[in-house]
Every structure is written in C-alpha cells, then in structure tokens.
C-alpha cells in the first residue's frame, strides 16, 4: 500500500477533506494538513478527527495555523507570519499518511511559493479530487495538466458528489487517469456513513502501489 499520499483538489470547498478522513480511516493511517487558514470555525484536522474514526495521535498537529479562512499567503500576512517551504517536511511515520493541502493545486503559501511547487519537491503520489457538477471537467483537466507539467505522479481522481457518468468518463478519457470512485454527498455525514460510502464507492486495491 502506497505508504503517503497527497490528496489535492481541483478548487475549494469540494469535500476533500471528507474524501480525506474516509481515506485516512481505510488506510488506518495518519492524517497531516501542513496549513490550516481559518480557525473559527471547525478546521479540516478536527472534522477528520471526528470522522475517521482514528486513535488518539493519528491526526498530526498542523505546521501553520493561520487565522483567516483566506489563501494562505494572505491571511500568514494579515498574521505576520512568514510560511517557509523548508517546514513543510514530511514525517516520519510508521503507517501510511494522508496529507492533504490547502484548496488547489496553484494555491499560493507565499509570494513566491504555490502548493503544486511543494508537491513536486515531494513528488509523492497524489489523488486529484473533483466535483461532478458543471464546470468540473475545465478546472479538473487543467489541474491533470499542471501535475503531469511538473512530473507529479497521478493515482488518479476522485470524484465527489452525485453521478455524472458522462462527466467523469470525459474527464478519466481526455485526462487519461484512472477513476478510482465517487463519494456522494452524505445525510447524515458520520463516521459510520463515510466509511460505508468510501468501501462501496472505492477500490483500495486501486490506491495501492510504492512511492
């Protein structure tokens, strides 16, 4: 099984976060947001704690807590903070990690540094979650493009929302991935539902593989 995995998103507000803490749950594994912005609300590590279902311990402290639900550039300057690239360092963990960033792909830390330029330094395998609503199949290929552009390796997409069989069979066509599932919208989203939801809708088999 593919010991870390990045799992990006093609906007957002798109349910990544979700896809995360279903993921992070199967895997029983680790959970990392390295930038969190905005903190009045609950933050992406708290929903994952509450919805993975996880040990004590498995969801790691974020590196920057920015209190402005901005980009992050931004709101680590209304902050006086100063996000480095060289903190982002991965852990050392002894089960497998699912680190999920901050919106998209060209989502700025600082005035000179994007997420996608951290995910090619790392150059660990990344999920490519995407809406299935109107619009996806522009803001998802071009997010295929950007990886591919910066030899980033592809798992493949995960879709979230309510079918859209011609919608995704176009994007995993012109963008030549695999669709490895879809997570719909949950009503009640628990622990319980998401994890039910992640075992019908996705083949771990399919996110297995080395680093």
């Not at 809406?131 to 803001?139: F, K, M, P, S, V």
């Amino acid at each position: 099984m593919t010991k870390r995995i990045v799992i990006t998103g093609t906007d957002t507000g798109i349910g990544k976060t979700v896809f995360s803490a279903g993921l992070a749950g199967l895997l029983d594994g680790f959970y990392w947001k390295p930038v969190q912005s905005g903190l009045d609300d609950e933050t992406d590590s708290e929903v994952v704690a509450r919805l993975a279902g996880l040990p004590p311990g498995r969801v790691l402290p974020e590196v920057y807590r920015l209190s402005k639900p901005l980009s992050p550039h931004r709101s680590a300057e209304i902050d006086g903070v100063a996000i480095e690239a060289a903190k982002l360092s991965l852990p050392a963990l002894p089960g497998p990690l699912v680190i999920e960033g901050a919106g998209g792909l060209m989502v700025p830390l600082n005035r000179q540094t994007r997420f996608i330029d951290i995910f090619a330094q790392w150059r660990l395998p990344v999920i490519l979650c995407a809406r299935t609503a109107l619009g996806t199949i522009n803001h998802t290929l071009l997010s295929i493009e950007a990886l591919r552009a910066r030899s980033i390796p592809i798992i493949g997409v995960a879709f979230i929302g309510d079918e859209a069989a011609d919608t995704q069979r176009t994007i995993v066509e012109f963008g030549d991935v695999p669709q490895l599932g879809r997570l719909p919208l949950l009503d009640p989203l628990t622990n319980e539902t998401l994890r039910e939801a992640m075992v019908a809708g996705f083949d771990l088999a399919s996110i297995a593989g080395g680093e």
